[in-house]
């Protein structure tokens, strides 16, 4: 367990804090989604309540190590000042002169967000000189950043080697609590929901979740290459079309079997001729009664069968994890998948229930479903790191609880 923001004491203290402030923009420089910012508040209002001096860090897009107006968090400062009673401050760098009198001149309660610390390349390259640059500015640090806890950047990782206390904050201790504590020992049946385009993406989660998981549901267009490697006509369909993908495919279907963990695939998928909004769909017949996509189609969700199947499966379930849509759920038509295992999950009002990052969320959130989840994680890729099990340096290199 590593050290909370709970159990730090930062009265009068000048506190270094890594949030995820980067949201998107539109061509005016207006933010058009402020979850992230809003994500970080808990975290923020604790520390300002108790007398801390905030000093906050992030990064926004990819300048590439040079400073560009385009991707300054000043928008992100303004919109902070708007949601919280702190006042908030901005200045227009992240190390130097300017920096350094910013934040001697912040008062107890007061926050400052650096300007981004991507505008110089040291941030994505760790460099100790950077990294001991940005660790002069606090006593404390605070990571709470979970969406580049994956990364070991200087803001993430490098800072922690030059301050003396460094925890984690609010939003990555109720990360690490569903992803990995509430995982150790899951309510049963435990239900695993993967999709997406890729087997190859997700092969290491669902190794790791082999041994656990009483159930795997499979969708998208993972679920179409299980079809193809099982010698069915998937027509225009996306699919990781190699043998090595084939095999992946089929041998995690094994694994499943030597494991005793039901291994369902979608029942029928639903195809179209045109990739666009609201264009003609079918269903192909159950695939184990011979159901093929026609040569000139192209799978883009899973069937009305495997709706009914996997909404069933779902009933049951006690713990849930969901990583990956069920068909292409961005276009109108295409989500009939994706919205109706939503709606399942949401439904089961005794789970556990947990949805993991990136497009998962998205589809949550876009069809009213992300209030009734347990939790919606706030990493992409730090969410499937840490479902492989693997250690995230940004985590790793806070101070032991």
């Known amino acids: 367990m590593k050290l909370s923001i709970r159990n730090i004491a930062p009265a009068g203290k000048r506190v270094l804090m890594r949030v995820d402030f980067n949201v998107p923009l539109d061509d005016d420089g207006n933010i058009t989604d402020d979850s992230r910012i809003k994500g970080a508040i808990p975290s923020i209002e604790h520390l300002t309540n108790a007398g801390g ?7 926004l897009g990819r300048p590439k190590g040079e400073k560009n107006p385009a991707f300054s968090l000043k928008p992100a400062a303004d919109r902070l000042g708007e949601l919280i009673s702190a006042n908030v401050k901005f200045v227009d760098d992240c190390v130097g002169p300017d920096a350094e009198a910013a934040v001697a001149d912040l008062k107890d309660g007061e926050v400052l967000l650096l300007e981004n610390v991507r505008f110089y390349a040291g941030e994505t390259d760790n460099d100790p000189e950077f990294s001991k640059q940005l660790a002069t500015h606090g ?26 206390t460094c925890a984690m904050g609010f939003l990555i201790e109720k990360e690490l609590e569903f992803l990995v504590d509430k995982l ?13 385009a890729k087997v190859s993406d997700k092969i290491k989660i669902l190794e790791r979740l082999m041994e656990k998981a009483d159930a795997f549901i499979i969708g998208g267009a993972m679920g179409t290459t299980f079809r193809l490697a099982q010698g069915y006509e998937v027509g225009k369909s996306f699919v990781e079309d190699t043998p090595e993908a084939r095999q992946m495919a089929l041998d995690i279907i094994e694994t499943a079997k030597a494991n005793n ?3 369902l695939l979608p029942a ?27 040569a000139d ?20 379930a006690g713990t849930i994890v969901w990583n990956g849509p069920m068909g292409v759920f961005e276009k109108r038509g295409f989500d009939i998948g994706t919205k109706a ?11 556990i229930k947990i949805v993991g990052g990136g497009d998962s ?40 609880a």
């Open 297 to 316: 189609r192209e799978g883009i969700d899973i069937g009305d069968l495997a709706c009914e199947e996997f909404a069933a499966k779902i009933a049951e």
């Open 53 to 59: 001096r905030v000093i906050l860090m992030s990064h």
């Open 268 to 294: 029928d998928t639903r195809h179209a001729a045109d990739f666009a909004d609201d264009a003609p769909t079918e269903c192909t017949a159950p695939w184990e009664d011979g159901g093929a996509i026609p």
């Open 261 to 263: 963990a039901e291994f």
């Open 139 to 164: 006593d404390i640090y605070v990571n709470d950043a979970f969406g580049t806890a994956h990364r070991a950047h200087a803001s993430t990782a490098g800072v922690t080697a030059h301050i003396d």
């Open 341 to 351: 295992v939503g709606a399942a999950i949401a439904a089961n009002e005794s789970a």
């Open 361 to 400: 969320v998205t589809a949550a959130n876009q069809f009213g479903f992300g209030e009734k989840m347990d939790h919606m994680s706030t990493g992409g890729g730090a969410s499937l790191e840490l479902l492989e099990g693997k250690e995230l340096p940004g985590i790793a290199a806070l101070d032991d």
């Open 184 to 196: 150790k020992e899951p309510q049963r049946p435990f239900v695993v929901i993967m999709g997406g």
